[in-house]
């Protein structure tokens, strides 16, 4: 099982930007593939971003913020980063950061095998 921490939400205004940083440990080597999701009141968790933890670099992200927010990873200190740009109110929601102990991106929730706990990021208008 690998355990995960997120970090870096916060209140910020629209068009700022904001860093998630998400750090894993535990069982890292089982890790195939990392994404982030979030959660926004009365709404499903939703994929927006991940990326394929060894093996090359691949990337999948949600039309909601291809062009905005960045996802990268450093290996060596076994951590995941989201970076937002242009945040917008739409975007206020828990974010999640989860490991997939599988080959292959997943796309789904269910895809998915370990999960952080959760870190609010608030855009105001």
């Known amino acids: 099982q690998v355990q995960l921490v997120e970090s870096g939400g916060g209140l910020v205004q629209a068009g700022g930007s904001l860093r998630l940083s998400c750090a894993a440990s535990?069982?890292?080597?089982?890790?195939?593939?990392m994404g982030w999701f979030r959660q926004a009141p009365g709404k499903e968790r939703e994929l927006i971003a991940t990326i394929s933890w060894s093996g090359g670099s691949t990337y999948y992200y949600a039309d909601s913020v291809k062009g905005r927010f960045t996802i990268s990873r450093d290996n060596a200190k076994n951590t995941v980063d989201l970076q937002m740009n242009s945040l917008k109110p739409e975007d206020t929601a828990v974010y999640y950061c989860?490991?997939?102990?599988?080959?292959?991106?997943?796309?789904?929730?269910?895809?998915?095998?370990?999960w952080g706990q959760g870190t609010q990021v608030t855009v105001s208008s």
């Open positions: 989860a490991a997939r102990h599988r080959y292959g991106l997943g796309f789904a929730r269910a895809d998915f095998d370990s």
């Open positions: 535990g069982r890292t080597f089982s890790s195939y593939a």
